[in-house]
């Protein structure tokens, strides 16, 4: 898959007495946090302070590795910056990972942002919309799952042991407020409503910009999402 370059961490951020959570930014599946360039630019603009880890060999090992991976790294930004909370977004399994994070390794999540998760899972024509034009056998399907995506692809077919470990949790957590944006043209998440879950603020691209071709793997950083996601975001201070 071809990158888009890196999105470079800086340690001497702060939070403030108007920003006081982190931002961590998670990115998906094969590909690097150079997804979020554009939108880690236009937070720190705002005046957050923004942190986006690379892990799991481009986010391919297990969802429950980069988990604990993503999880040590949370640690560290809540140590550097002195904060209590983070606010986490997550594109794809991103989310999954965030979601884990909070779940299975106590992080203190603020606020999470799901961007195109498939938290009730993709099927196995979704995870290759992009690489398969025909129908497959099922088991033809998995090998190229695997190949493209590694032991995370599997891991965010429905109704998979990760997922069903995951989601045998509430789905929401209190204390924790929780965002789930989808987009109708995601040809990867299938059903793309997967992404929604119960207790959260659940939206459509589409909800604002009726006419949007929002690709499943541009979410982190097309405009108009990047507008939804900031906006949702600077919302938390109205409640501090």
């Known amino acids: 898959m071809p990158t888009r370059g890196w999105f470079e961490d800086d340690w001497r951020a702060t939070v403030t007495r108007a ?5 961590v930014l998670v990115h998906g599946t094969t590909v690097s946090n150079g997804d979020w360039l554009e939108l880690g630019a236009q937070l ?72 195109a998760t498939p938290n009730h899972g993709t099927s196995l024509g979704g995870m290759l919309s992009t690489r398969v034009t025909n129908e497959r056998r ?25 997922l069903q470990r995951l989601n045998s949790h509430p789905e929401t957590l209190p204390g924790t407020s929780y965002t789930c944006i989808a987009t109708k043209t995601d040809s990867t998440v299938v059903p793309a409503e997967s992404c929604f879950l119960k207790g959260a603020q659940c939206m459509w691209v589409q909800d604002f910009f009726p006419v949007a071709m929002v690709l499943h793997e541009q979410m982190p950083y097309d405009k108009r999402v990047r507008s939804l996601v900031v ?5 938390l201070r109205k409640l501090t």
């Open 231 to 235: 906006g949702d975001i600077e919302q």
């Open 44 to 115: 720190r603009r705002q005046g957050w302070a923004v942190f986006a880890p690379a892990y799991g060999t481009r986010a391919t090992n297990h969802v429950a590795d980069n988990a604990e991976e993503v999880a040590a790294y949370c640690r560290q930004v809540l140590h550097a910056t002195g904060a209590e909370q983070l606010v986490m977004v997550g594109h794809s399994q991103g989310g999954l990972v965030a979601r884990a994070c909070q779940v299975f390794h106590d992080i203190p999540v603020k606020h999470l942002v799901c961007l």
């Open 19 to 23: 920003r006081p959570w982190p931002v």
């Open 138 to 162: 099922a088991t033809q399907m998995t090998q190229l799952i695997d190949r493209f995506f590694g032991p995370a692809g599997m891991d965010q077919i429905a109704d998979s042991e990760f």
